[in-house]
């Protein structure tokens, strides 16, 4: 509903019931993958998708995100769930402060795009876009998130996009993140399709619906109880992390 793909809980509730961090991140990028898919079909319906802006500022994301989803089994589970307890703190506070669309006049120096899209018109400013959007991928891509946490901030508040079409932008590049996260990780030898597969097929149809469902909503309440949730996330994957973690940063292996 909100184009954030939902990997802030899908590696909690994964944990939870019992899985390894590891193959939690694999599976929650695969749920990934479906989840923004089935949001983007209704986003790209309503015509709410600025591809251009997508296919500019995420291929970073996306190289980036296959390195971290690689590098990620080297990491011992523990160290994973520190990283994602801190991201999940970021994210929180980003939703407890809605991004509010603010007009960016028009500037011509190199390295800003002036934009015009659905009756639209804004400035993005590639310095801040880019490098934002090259960490987010390596870190999503290693724990298993999707970044559009942070990416519809950037969109909207450095750049100008106004909201709904930061929303259906995210779909795409969260996608586009989540597919490049999820082979990194199948290329570390992290997936179990048992667990992975019903679930993506599952979540696809909650991608859907909420996609539909978001083109009527307002989302200022949505994002508040996200954000509650998300930090209750975050303090669970802590202290999940301080009971049950063994051993240093680096392990040699899935934990």
Not at 74 to 99: D, W
Not at 108 to 125: K, L, P
Not at 133 to 160: Q, Y
Not at 200 to 226: E, H, M, N, P
Request: hydrophobic content about 50%; glycine content about 14%.
């Amino acid at each position: 509903m909100v184009g954030r793909g939902g990997g802030n809980f899908y590696v909690p509730v994964l944990v939870a019931t019992g899985m390894q961090v590891h193959q939690a991140a694999t599976t929650a990028q695969l749920i990934l993958i479906t989840t923004a898919v089935g949001a983007l079909v209704m986003y790209g319906k309503h015509k709410t998708v600025d591809w251009k802006l997508a296919l500019l500022i995420d291929p970073p994301t996306d190289v980036m995100a296959f390195i971290g989803g690689y590098l990620a089994h080297r990491m011992s589970g523990p160290a994973l769930k520190y990283i994602f307890a801190g991201l999940l703190v970021v994210a929180g506070f980003f939703m407890l402060r809605p991004a509010k669309e603010k007009s960016l006049q028009e500037s011509r120096g190199a390295g800003y795009w002036n934009r015009e899209f659905g009756g639209y018109r804004y400035t993005v400013n590639l310095w801040l876009a880019l490098p934002i959007t090259t960490v987010t991928g390596f870190v999503a891509g290693m724990v298993g998130i999707s970044g559009g946490s942070f990416k519809i901030p950037l969109m909207v508040l450095l750049c100008g996009v106004p909201m709904r079409i930061a929303v259906g932008t995210s779909s795409a590049m969260v996608a586009a993140t989540a597919l490049t996260g999820f082979i990194g990780h199948l290329v570390g030898g992290d997936f179990n399709p048992a667990w992975a597969l019903p679930l993506a097929a599952v979540a696809a149809v909650g991608g859907f619906v909420g996609g539909r469902i978001s083109l009527k909503t307002k989302t200022a309440g949505l994002k508040r109880l996200f954000a509650y949730t998300t930090l209750a996330a975050a303090l669970f994957m802590a202290v999940n992390a301080l009971l049950g973690g063994r051993g240093g940063l680096f392990s040699s292996g899935i934990e």
